[in-house]
């Protein structure tokens, strides 16, 4: 591991002891639910409060939460090898790591991320880079775990140089919540490696503006110099960033750390992380607030990833009531109008 152990904490007592929690409790969440957050980030939510705090602190009902499916969108039954999600047609995404700097409790793979029920090993990783290689119609890969910047950067290299060897994979990318939970990491020694194997996204992780620090925005200058497009996903989590406001904020400062908002998600029903999900229609209502009120820029899209594996759907708002002969609307201020839903000259072909 490239990340040195002492910028980790991992141990419930200390948890527990800084903030003054309950130690069987934490304890208990722990052995079923990994415990990790970097010291780093620790810091950052002492000064910050709540909406960051609850994103890393094991909480109780984590183990109350017993009957919402483990594996929500299938993954398991959608891998062809154990590392690798195909799940689209033409993108693949490859699991090369099973560590975090920090294990986020809403986290989607929190039934195998940071356990030994991951399994990933040089020879797991041959048999999935084989896989992507005989299959021509894969043409994204995304590089993904766990967060792939916990390997070293001769390892990371060395899947990389394999993935762009393949001559039908067109874009690679990387998924990493490193620049804000670890923004050490995003080294000049790191982003001279990456910018070799252009083109190369990268798609960050950030869901609250008070984790856009200095040192955070920092490290996406220092890959976006790279000539890397930064993409951010957030996940709309109850507690945290359910509001038009605290939204609005994130995206605002995402674009100016020259981070693109990218997906705004629906929480997925992942078993321990029930308590985060919001309704469909607060999504909806917070969308509602931001779209024409701010750039469009600074807008992301609002998904949902279905269960199932059945891939994901933009959730909204709906702005059209009618789409005939004319198209039925209300604008963001909430005035209706009409647009003429026909061709000119008059067709058939309605193309
Ligand atoms: S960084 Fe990503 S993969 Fe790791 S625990 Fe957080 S959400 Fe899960």
């Known amino acids: 591991m490239v990340v040195p152990a002492s910028s980790l904490v991992t141990d419930p007592h200390e948890i527990c002891d800084l903030l003054k929690l309950p130690y069987e409790q934490v304890a208990a969440v722990h052995a079923r639910y990994p415990l990790r957050v970097s010291r780093y980030f620790l810091e950052l939510a002492c000064q910050y409060g709540a909406p960051l705090l609850k994103q890393i602190v094991p909480d109780i009902l984590e183990l109350q939460d017993t009957e919402t499916p483990a594996d929500p969108l299938n993954e398991e039954n959608l891998s062809p090898t154990p590392c690798l999600i195909h ?23 929190k039934r195998k991320v940071g356990t030994s029920e991951m399994s990933i090993s040089p020879a797991l990783l041959d048999e999935a880079i084989r896989y992507i290689s005989n299959t021509p119609a894969i043409v994204d890969v995304l590089i993904s ?138 999504g909806q209502e917070l969308m509602q607030q931001l779209i024409g009120h701010v750039s469009g820029m600074a807008i992301p899209t609002y998904a949902l990833d279905t269960p199932d594996g059945n891939g994901k759907i933009p959730l909204g708002p709906n702005y059209l009531h009618e789409v005939e002969e004319q198209c039925v609307f209300t604008t963001y201020t909430g005035n209706r109008g009409v647009y003429p839903n026909t061709l000119w000259p008059d067709t058939a072909d309605k193309r």
Not at 87 to 109: G, N, Q
Not at 180 to 197: D, E, G, Q, S
């Open 87 to 109: 799940k689209y047609p033409d993108r693949a995404v490859l699991l090369v790591s099973r560590e975090c700097a920090s294990y986020c409790r809403f986290c989607t793979r």
């Open 145 to 282: 775990g766990g967060d792939p910047l916990m390997l070293s950067d001769q390892q990371l290299e060395h899947i990389l140089k394999r993935i762009r060897s393949i001559a039908t994979v067109r874009i690679i990318r990387i998924g990493t919540r490193m620049p804000c939970m670890l923004p050490a990491r995003i080294t000049n020694a790191l982003v001279n490696t990456l910018r070799k194997y252009h083109p190369l996204y990268i798609n960050l992780h950030f869901n609250h503006p008070a984790e856009l620090s200095p040192e955070a925005c920092a490290a996406c200058t220092t890959l976006a110099d790279a000539g890397i497009p930064l993409g951010s996903q957030t996940v709309l989590l109850r507690g945290v960033n359910d509001s038009a406001a605290v939204l609005k904020e994130l995206f605002y400062r995402l674009l100016a750390a020259r981070v693109k908002p990218y997906y705004l998600f629906q929480a997925d029903q992942s078993r321990g992380t029930s308590h985060f999900r919001t309704s469909i229609n607060t």
